[in-house]
Structure formats: structure tokens, C-alpha cells
């Protein structure tokens, strides 16, 4: 289509517009290691067609990239996934999916620009990835909430084994979830607002 000569000019389409109703947007991003689910979670909660940034592994990456108990991955984030979520007619919720390669996580810092929260999203057969993917949080001073995706094989603990063995905090959240189902991943997220609003509730009393 030539647009130059049309008169009208092409614009989003009716499911992705903004709600008139919206008053307030809010950055979350979406981030932990290679594989642990990112990009579905995103997919399967965003209300307009996900933005993806895969593209097809290659020979390049073996010995550099840790694909442990993602063998049959066969594509990678190598900017960032982007959705966007309605929580309530006022709130709205745009979504950042960093990508899990050690090798892209330069990427991460713009992507943590003017974040509200984030998810952390775990895979207990590796937890050891977890470790640094919350300390750039922290070091960044981003609140976030531990989403523990249920993996078929993988070890199932219980919370406070799992609140040890990532040394976190009584008031960090953390609850399982299944990031192929909406609803679940939809709960993950109302979850982190719920804390970022229990944060703000103590910034005011103090």
C-alpha cells in the first residue's frame, strides 16, 4: 500500500489502543535467567499482541551461553519482549521481558529506566542464576516479587526453604506460578502491585 498517497494514516490497531479510561501507566519489567520463562509470560498476559525480539540460536552460542534444562529452546530474546496489561479501567501495565543470556544483560539497565517493579522469575534446578539477576535489582533500588515457574521436572520446595536458599527477606513476596496461563501470570502481577503499594504505605507513615 502506497501511504504516501492516501489520506489516511495507518494507526494502531482497535485492540491495541489505550483504554480511554486509563489515568496512570506503570513500567514492570520481567527478568531472570535464560529459559525460566520470560517471553511466555509476557505472551500469555499481554491484552494486545506481544512485541518479541527471538531470534534462532546458533553454533555461536554453545560454550558461552548456560541453556542447563532449556535443551530444547531453540530461539532467544536478544533486546526485550514487550506487552501490556489492564489491571484495573484506570491502571495500566506495560511490561519489559529482559533477556536471560548473560551475554545481552548490558541491555538491562535501560530497560530498568523509570521500572516501578519487577518479577523475578525463578527455575528451582537453577537457582544459582537468581542470585545476580536480584542483586542488579537491588543495586538498582527496584522492589520486586519472586515468581517460581512450575516446571515439569523441576524440584518443588516449600516457601521458606526456597526464602533461605535465595536469602531473601520475611516481606518479599514469593508464590509459584505457571506463566503459560494467563490467570496465573495475571496473579503474579497483582501480587507485585498489592507490594509496591504496601511500600508506599510505609514510605508515607514514615
Known amino acids: ?15 491495541d489502543r489505550l483504554p480511554h479510561t486509563a489515568e496512570a501507566a506503570v513500567k514492570i519489567v520481567i527478568v ?24 534462532t540460536m546458533t553454533q555461536a552460542g554453545i560454550g558461552v551461553d548456560d541453556n542447563y534444562g532449556s535443551a530444547s529452546k531453540t530461539a532467544t530474546t536478544v533486546a526485550m519482549d514487550f506487552g501490556r496489561i489492564s489491571i484495573t479501567d484506570e491502571l495500566v501495565l506495560y511490561l519489559f521481558g529482559t533477556p536471560g543470556q548473560e551475554r545481552f544483560w548490558f541491555l538491562w539497565n535501560g530497560l530498568f529506566e523509570g521500572a ?3 518479577v523475578v522469575l525463578v527455575d528451582t ?12 535489582l537491588e543495586e538498582r533500588g527496584v522492589p520486586f516479587v519472586v515468581a517460581v515457574n512450575t516446571f515439569p521436572d523441576a524440584p518443588r520446595y516449600p516457601v521458606a526453604e526456597l526464602r533461605t536458599a535465595l536469602d531473601l527477606p520475611e516481606e ?11 490467570a496465573s501470570s495475571r496473579d503474579v502481577l497483582l501480587t507485585l502491585m498489592r507490594f509496591l503499594h504496601s511500600l508506599a504505605m510505609k514510605g508515607a507513615l514514615t
Not at 500500500?1 to 485492540?15: A, H, L, Q
Request: some cysteine; hydrophobic content about 30%.
Open 1 to 15: 500500500m502506497d501511504f504516501k498517497n492516501s489520506d489516511t494514516i495507518p494507526g494502531p490497531r482497535t485492540e
Open 32 to 55: 531472570g535467567g535464560f529459559g525460566v520463562g520470560k517471553t511466555t509470560m509476557v505472551g500469555s498476559v499481554s491484552e494486545i499482541r506481544p512485541l518479541t525480539t527471538e531470534e
Open 116 to 118: 516501578l517493579g519487577a
Open 125 to 136: 534446578r537453577r537457582l544459582e542464576v537468581s542470585f545476580d539477576v536480584m542483586g542488579r
Open 172 to 182: 518479599i513476596p514469593i508464590l509459584d506460578c505457571d506463566v503459560r496461563r494467563r
